[in-house]
Nanobody, 125 residues
Framework: QLQLVESGGGLVQPGGSLRLSCAASKFTLDHAIGWFRQAPGKEREGVSCISASGATTVYADSVQGRFTISRDKVKNTVYLQMNSLKPEDTGVYYC???????????????????WGQGTQVTVSS
């Protein structure tokens, strides 16, 4: 099963920043990549998507202007820079590769592989 590895989470105060990483060691990230999150007691939701070329990025309204998705093809890694974090950003963050090269929205719906362990982000004072 194709599974990505998320890292970079942690505990941060409101207004703080974190940078999450999404990496693959055994295959190339050559399709669109989506970041998702799941808050306690809630369903998993899409956060952001970046196209295969990196030219297109899409964000959920809740994170627009605060989060930035990017990718480094040399390092085979996708990042999610999260600034001005809020308590409602708390959750486990996951990344997944789409079957498409493009982002039709901020949450790719047809995904490759399976969910990984995710990385915990906690925003609290």
């Amino acid at each position: 099963q194709l599974q990505l590895v998320e890292s970079g989470g942690g505990l941060v105060q409101p207004g703080g920043s974190l940078r999450l990483s999404c990496a693959a060691s055994k295959f190339t990230l050559d399709h669109a990549i989506g970041w998702f999150r799941q808050a306690p007691g809630k369903e998993r939701e899409g956060v952001s998507c970046i196209s295969a070329s990196g030219a297109t990025t899409v964000y959920a309204d809740s994170v627009q202007g605060r989060f930035t998705i990017s990718r480094d093809k040399v390092k085979n890694t996708v990042y999610l820079q999260m600034n001005s974090l809020k308590p409602e950003d708390t959750g486990v963050y996951y990344c997944r590769q789409s079957t498409s090269y493009h982002c039709s929205g901020y949450a790719p719906t047809i995904l490759i592989g399976s969910w990984g362990q995710g990385t915990q982000v906690t925003v609290s004072s």
